[in-house]
């Protein structure tokens, strides 16, 4: 049995987490795959600034630091911010993947141009660090934001009449305005929206976090990893003083009234 760990971006919710592993519905794999979901000690309330962003590099790491010692055979981080992926590949042999990058370069074996989906003008920055370090600001034909307030606990539950027309108007204005070929969705917590705009768009709807999830089993299946020439090893690794400190925000934040 090979087990995969999923590190989910915000502490939450027995519940809620069930939400986050709804991403699994409807994939199929080898039964030697096993996934676990885990949330973070403690973190950003969102991801809407670069103040949060640094939060959740510190966070993830922390969470799956020890992911290889601890017998799983790959992670994936379950954010389109790729939160954390260059620290743990630094730190682990084993196959790391986030569904930011993995989703944008993927779109562009489907099409020539892709639009992204997302909640609200405030995760755009998000978007613009991959597009940077990726080069493919030529490559994104928009980012369409429908400006509803993005809840990363209970997702798109409940609200499904309310937003899922909303994103099949953006995605049809990217399309039709813009030039999308290919159209990604800017969140895993907007995994639910899915099947509802791929039954009726034109074009191919990418859902990132279950991506993510394919890539790192065609990655164990084929023996691939991250470069070591790109990811060096740290020199002093400080992972006891980075468990510590997250220990301790979690406390801090549990205290909190």
């Not at 493919?136 to 009449?161: F, M, T, Y």
Request: net charge negative.
């Amino acid at each position: 049995m090979k087990k995969i760990l999923v590190i989910v971006p915000f502490a939450m919710s027995a519940d809620n987490l069930l939400l986050r592993q709804q991403q699994l519905a409807g994939l199929q794999f080898g039964p030697e795959l096993e996934f676990d979901y885990r949330c973070v000690k403690a973190g950003p309330v969102n991801y809407s600034s670069h103040h949060d962003f640094v939060l959740a590099d510190a966070s993830i790491f922390e969470a799956g630091c020890r992911a290889q010692d601890e017998g799983y055979a790959a992670v994936c981080i379950d954010t389109m911010s790729d939160s954390g992926v260059a620290a743990l590949r630094s730190v682990l042999d084993i196959p790391v993947f986030g569904p930011g990058k993995v989703s944008m370069l993927t779109a562009l074996m489907l099409g020539d141009r892709f639009s992204i989906l997302t909640m609200a003008s405030r995760w755009k920055p998000l978007y613009k660090k991959a597009l940077d370090e990726l080069g493919l600001h030529h490559k994104c034909a928009s980012v369409r934001a429908i400006e509803v307030p993005p809840d990363n606990q209970g997702l798109l539950s409940g609200k499904e009449d309310a937003v899922f027309p909303l994103l099949e108007a953006a995605a049809r204005l990217a399309i039709e305005v813009d030039g999308a070929e290919v159209l990604i969705l800017g969140s895993t917590t907007m995994h639910q929206a899915h099947a509802y705009l791929e039954a009726r768009l034109p074009v191919p709807v990418i859902n990132p976090g279950p991506l993510s999830y394919k890539m790192a089993e065609a990655a164990l299946g084929l023996g691939l990893r991250q470069s070591r020439q790109a990811y060096p090893k740290p020199m002093h690794p400080r992972l006891d003083m980075l468990e510590a400190m997250m220990t301790a925000a979690q406390q801090q934040v549990a205290g909190q009234p």
